[in-house]
């Protein structure tokens, strides 16, 4: 009788099967945390340019949220950082009756990515600034440091 060399069919279904279902509890969990972890990102990238937009505004009187943005890019109001674009609305100073609208950095989400076409908003207030997420975002994720 010869010594037999190797697996049988049955240890290596063993060992597929247990591969399987590895794979589909990691899966998921990587999944979630590369949403968590894009979002993140999208917050600190706009979170990094704060300080230099409050900079710009205080430059002088035709410095807008719009403009800085502008600089940023060289040209156009939209500034590409990976994930997606920055976008700065210049806001308005009350007039009359007419309430002022606060100036505006919104990061939009590129195509392809977690949460495609989504928005998280910087608005600069009187004091502060304030952080807005989609409601798709934020239905997924409540715990985003940096932005409630």
Known sequence: MRKQKGFSLIELLIVVGIIGAITAIAVPSYSNYKKKSDVTA??????????????????????SLQTFVEALSGSANSYNVGLGTIVGTAGTAAVGTTAAVPGKLTFTFNAGQSFATKTVIFTRGVEAWSCALHADIKNEFTDIKGCS
């Open 42 to 63: 999208s917050v600190a990238s706009v979170k990094s340019l704060l300080t230099k937009a409050e900079l710009h505004l205080a430059e002088g009187t035709s410095k």
